[in-house]
Every structure is written in C-alpha cells, then in structure tokens.
C-alpha cells in the first residue's frame, strides 16, 4: 500500500533506520538495472556514459559483457549534471547498450525521505507528493542540526545553499 493513496499506516515507518549523503550536483546515484540494453560489440571495460536529455558525459560505469552484450553496468565514476531517470548511452567500441540512471535518492520514486541538515542554509525540495520534477518547495533559512520531519525524493541544487544533508530512510 501507498501511504499518498490515503492509508497512511499500511507502510508505518521507523523514523530513521538509514541515511545517506544527499548530493546536490545531478551526480549520478543508482542506475536501474532492469532498463539494461545490452547493445553489441562491445568489450569488459570503463566506459563513458552521456545523458540523452542533460548531455552530461562525464560519469563512467564499468560493464561485464557477454557474448559483445552488456551484462551488468556499475558507476565507478559518479559525474555531475545528469537528469533524473534520464537514457544513458554506454559509450565504447560497441553500440546500443543503455541504462536508465538516476539523481535521486534510491528507491525515491515512490516513496520520500526525511532529511538532517548538517549545515545552514536554505533547502529547495521536490515532495513526496509533488506530481513533477517542477513542484518545488523551499525551506528558507533552516538552522544547522535540524531535522526536516517531511518526505522528500529530491532536492534542488539551484537554490538549496545548506550543505551537509543526510537522507534518512
């Protein structure tokens, strides 16, 4: 159940039982795996990866490949500027391999997080409930140390100057 379709105590949660760093630059976080395109011809190796719709190729992944397909595509190189759920195209000797990769919190999409602001300043967000990437919400001057008791799945480098924020799960 979907805590936004009016039953908030299917999915009780457990007020922080992980955290992670929350990055404002468009790094790239995660890839979705089960949006591999394996292309052909190319090789095991460190590949260059380009945003389709940022243009940013400037985070790698290592890939495994079977048979000339891309088997498994890992970041090693993180990179700044991409798009959330944007098409990356693996570069290489091969052609057609693709993966979709992602900005936001993993597992974001469906569900937010709650966030710990380590350092002043003020926080732009997209909400849980936001219906586009567009529907912002800012937060202005938020001391050091606060605890934002809402749920967010991404902030906005933009206009987001506190630093040291921490996702919690």
């Keep these: 159940m979907d805590g936004l379709a009016g039953n908030m105590q299917a999915q009780p949660r457990v007020f922080a039982h992980d955290a992670s760093i929350v990055y404002t630059d468009k790094r790239l976080i995660w890839l979705e795996p089960e949006s591999l395109i394996g292309g052909s011809g ?66 974001s999409e469906n569900r937010g997080v709650c966030l710990y602001v380590g350092g002043a300043g003020d926080v732009e967000v997209v909400m849980e409930g936001a219906t586009s990437d567009t529907d912002l919400v800012e937060f202005a001057g938020v001391a050091a140390g606060t605890f934002l008791p809402i749920l967010v799945k991404r902030v906005n480098s933009a206009n987001t100057s506190a630093t040291l924020l921490l996702a919690l799960y």
Excluded: K, Q
């Excluded at 380009?50 to 790698?60: I, V």
């Excluded at 495994?64 to 991409?82: F, H, L, M, Q």
């Design 42 to 107: 190319y090789a095991a190796g460190t590949f260059t990866v380009t945003g389709a719709d940022s243009g940013a190729n400037n985070a790698t992944v290592t890939i495994t490949v079977s048979d000339g397909t891309v088997a498994t595509a890992v970041i090693a190189v993180v990179g700044s500027g991409y798009t959330d759920g944007e098409v990356l195209t693996i570069g290489g000797a091969g052609t057609g391999g693709s993966i979709v990769g992602h900005t936001s919190f993993v597992g």
